[in-house]
């Protein structure tokens, strides 16, 4: 039986009323998307039509799902909103504090011990506020919502940027930083920009070496990083239908990074069959009963053109396996072309490791067919020239493919089966076999590729395939090996050719599982006592930020102006960093410190204009806080790309960061500087971008005029007195939030302009 199955029927006890009327107020078909959106307004009965990319809207989202790094800061925010129980159903995942090392029964033991204090804390806190909890080692959290709470129709919104994995269930679930979870948590809309549509119609049915993998390969080469912004992704077509529910989940888990919302399938034979197959029947019988609001009018689809913003057509058919990277996931290339572009740029042909895993790519499926392919190795006395490390989804997932026998293949060829966690896929892998940051390349089938992003190292070329590709390209030990034309040389000195993977959508047997890994929370949590050690070095409670007022928005000086590609990797870095995810002031020393410096492009050097002399960014930021001067910090396009971390936007505030003026934002992070009271601007001009210089001071002349969408001026004051006023943009219509923000720039500024 599903969790929390009184909730979902009481969805879609409401759903035909509300589409309906919202059909007749928009006066056409809907899309999914748009049916789920106005099914879930605030307001709840739709009374007027929405501008795509206009209009801001508040939502009342069905649930919530936090992973333990991020669970941290949005827990101890929520515990400043003085509520004694989460409004809506909340759950929290333990999965990116394992690193990944000697295994999964080692790695595990470790962690419990190194993180005891914040799994405790995690533990305490979810029991006390009516939170589910799953232990470390239960799985990574995108596949245990799939397995256990993802349902069609659904809204969700989740602490992590690939919270849109459960779109493989026909949800919108969209990744958001902490304040926006604590927000729904405490019973308070969330607010979020009417998306755009981009319509992407699957005809054909995969086949061969072609998985699910790359549809969203394809996709991300199409858009590239930024394509995606502002907008939901719908896929539909026959061949969309011919996808299994996870292989549906693949592809709108990489939706992230395109940039988009969310991405989603409208409800269908694939999605009844795993749910049925996870123990879910009555939520498949209630969708039944609501089929036609589950996925889109039947107009939509057969004219697609006049319904979506944008439309992509791929033939399944036609399709190809990919290899995207290095150091950016939408750098696509078909494998067959690989080799020679590797030349051409330099890149190591040598794979090291191939990585099988993560939350995009986990389930039973997709073990299967990567397992097809190792069973061919064992029983071709293949031997493996990369290393191979497995990391299931679930301990639900682990079980079973243990009983199944799927992971004694891969420890048959000498793969490492690691716990069922990110690891390496967020940089908790202790690589033993480099030394230094020599150049090399490991293949993987993970969703993000960004330099230092796997393995801390700067010259890791990563790249991102299918599960069964990079078990190939493994077995051969080179990047430009093509499993459909190439052939293996065995032990015996014999080539073999490798068959196509061959996969299986569920297991025959059934799932099965002895401990899930899940706690539930206390009816009455009241009495739970929640611990933070004053002298913690993991763990910190909030206190509200001190207010930026307008004079303080005068005389600021330049803390950074980032050169190209600025992630949430590169302002607030994971792997070791991750130890300090709950603890503001100590995590604030990794502040923009992969960042590159426009001026001298170096990382972590930039320039102190009270002492002349280079720095680190976080003692450089510390120096300036010191003697109560703001600063601001300047950016390229998509800055903030990548996870929903909100560090990355609490980390400058807390250090006296007062604004971030970019040529454009990715989504999430904008989002995230807005609710911690940041001013996120971006230029009326992006060639102003080259006017700021090195010793520049910031005088925002107009900040008493401030009100959504009207330009702010701004003054530059450059070191030999010359002036520039450049313009920025901003669009300010999010609710204030009393309980943490009070004191923000944004609000103090709302309330002088409130007249």
């Not at 039986?1 to 589409?19: C, L, P, S």
């Not at 080469?221 to 930024?226: A, F, H, P, R, S």
């Not at 009495?527 to 930020?545: C, H, M, N, T, Y």
Request: charged share 25%; hydrophobic share 40%; aromatic share 8%.
């Amino acid at each position: 039986m599903a969790f929390d199955i009184d909730m979902i029927k009481g969805v879609y006890a409401n759903i035909a009323e509300r589409i309906d009327k919202a059909r007749d107020i928009v006066g056409r078909p809907l899309t999914l998307s748009e049916k789920i959106l106005y099914a879930h307004l605030w307001e709840g009965m739709p009374t007027k039509a929405f501008k795509r990319g206009k209009d801001y809207v508040d939502f009342a989202p069905d649930r919530v799902a936090c992973q333990d790094a991020t669970a941290q800061m949005a827990l101890l925010q929520f515990m400043q909103a003085g509520k004694p129980k989460v409004a809506v159903p909340t759950t929290v995942h333990c999965d990116h504090l394992i690193q990944a090392k000697s295994g999964a029964a080692i790695d595990l033991r470790t962690a419990n011990s190194t993180s005891a204090e914040v799994f405790n804390f995690l533990e305490s806190v979810s029991n006390k506020y009516g939170i589910g909890f799953w232990k470390p080692g239960a799985g990574i959290i995108h596949q245990v919502v799939l397995e256990n709470y993802a349902f069609p129709g659904g809204m969700m919104i989740g602490t992590d940027s690939h919270t849109v994995n459960a779109g493989g269930l026909g949800m919108l679930a969209i990744g958001v930083g902490g304040a926006d979870a604590v927000d729904v948590m405490a019973g308070m809309a969330w607010e979020l920009k009417f998306p755009k549509l981009i319509g992407v119609k699957l005809t054909g049915k995969i086949s061969g070496w072609t998985s699910a993998k790359d549809v969203i390969l394809k996709v991300a080469g199409i858009l590239t990083v930024k394509g995606g912004t502002g907008a939901i992704v719908e896929y539909f077509g026959e061949g969309a239908k011919n996808l299994s529910c996870t292989g549906k989940g693949t592809i709108c888990n990489m939706g992230a990074e395109i940039g988009a919302t969310t991405s989603t399938f409208g409800y269908d034979d694939s999605m009844e069959r795993y749910l049925r197959a996870t123990d879910r029947s009555d939520i498949a019988d209630a969708a039944n009963g609501v089929k036609d609001y589950l996925t889109a009018d039947s107009e939509v689809y057969a004219e697609p053109e006049k319904y979506f913003d944008e439309l992509i057509e791929i033939n399944l058919d036609e399709l190809r396996p990919h290899l995207n990277g290095p150091f950016t996931p939408d750098l696509a290339t078909p494998v067959g072309e690989l080799g020679d572009k590797a030349r051409t740029n330099d890149w190591p042909i040598q794979v090291d490791w191939g990585l099988i895993g993560s939350c995009t790519n986990s389930s039973y499926e997709d073990l299967t067919r990567a397992a097809s392919i190792a069973k061919q190795a064992v029983d071709n006395n293949i031997k493996p020239k990369s290393d191979f490390g497995i990391n299931p989804g679930s301990e639900q997932i682990r079980y079973t493919a243990e009983r199944d026998g799927l992971l004694q293949i891969f420890e048959n060829l000498g793969a490492t089966i690691f716990t069922n966690a990110c690891g390496p896929c967020i940089g908790q892998w202790d690589r033993s076999d480099l030394k230094g940051e020599e150049k090399n390349t490991i293949v993987h089938s993970f969703n993000r590729n960004f330099s230092k992003r796997a393995d801390g190292n700067p010259n890791t070329h990563a790249f991102v395939g299918s599960p069964e590709m990079v078990a190939a390209i493994a077995l051969s030990g080179r990047l430009d090996f093509d499993p459909m034309n190439d052939t293996l040389l065995n032990e015996d000195g014999k080539e073999v050719k490798l068959e196509e993977p061959v996969g299986i959508e569920l297991p025959p047997k059934g799932f099965e599982v002895e401990d899930a890994g899940y706690l539930a929370p206390d009816e009455d949590g009241s009495g739970v006592e929640v611990i933070v050690a004053k002298d913690s070095e993991r763990l910190q409670v909030l206190e509200p930020f001190e207010p930026i007022s307008a004079d303080s928005l005068q005389n600021m000086k330049l803390l950074i102006k980032a050169f190209g590609k600025c992630t949430t990797d590169h302002i607030s870095m994971a792997g070791p960093w991750l130890r300090y995810r709950g603890h503001l002031d100590n995590i604030a020393n990794n502040t923009l410190i992969g960042a590159v410096n426009a001026f001298n492009k170096k990382t972590n050097f930039v320039k102190n204009q009270l002492s002349g002399e280079y720095g680190g960014v976080p003692d450089t930021q510390r120096a300036y806080k010191a003697e109560g001067i703001k600063t601001i910090v300047v950016g390229d396009h998509n800055y903030g790309e990548g996870s929903s971390r909100e560090h990355a936007a609490m980390q400058p505030r807390h250090l006296g960061v007062a604004a971030v003026l970019v040529k454009s934002f990715a989504r999430i992070h904008e989002t995230n500087l807005k609710k911690q009271g940041m001013l996120a601007l971006t230029f009326a001009k992006e060639s102003d971008y080259d006017l700021i210089q090195e010793d520049d001071t910031f005088n925002f002349i107009d900040i008493n005029e401030f009100a959504p969408d009207k330009p702010l001026t701004i003054e530059v004051v450059h070191a030999d007195g010359t002036k520039d006023l450049i313009e920025a943009k901003h669009t300010y219509n999010l609710p204030q939030i009393e309980w943490f923000h009070e004191g923000s720039a944004l609000n103090v500024i709302k309330k002088e302009n409130a007249a």
